[in-house]
């Protein structure tokens, strides 16, 4: 009854995005198949998932990442919600038309800017 030991490095997981941008699923799938020493993954939430590999590796955060758009993407998101609202106040569909696709602009332009770092 002897068990292997081998060495397991960040690189060799072959991760084809960051962890953050994995889906607790896909952590824990990841933790069953090439992590053996984390122990009890199926019950952890995604935010304990990532800390765990995150502790395996010794990768650490960076503290202090606040988006320098943060502001920004907030005034986006409220002129979104002001937009929401005007939409359903409106009777003719060409206008209704006009306000979801200024909607869907405004979307696409706060997920550019969060990703901007």
Known sequence: MSQEITEITFE???LTKTLDKMTAK???ALIVAKIPSIVGASGMQKDELVKAVKDVFGIVDAEGGVSPYKDQIFTL???I???RVSKGTVEARQDR?????K???LKKRTR???RAL
């Open 97 to 101: 038309t006009q306000i979801r696709r």
């Open 26 to 28: 896909e952590l824990r």
């Open 81 to 83: 919600r002001d937009m």
């Open 103 to 105: 909607i869907n602009k």
């Open 112 to 114: 550019r800017l969060a």
């Open 12 to 14: 060799s997981l072959g």
């Open 77 to 79: 998101k409220k002129q």
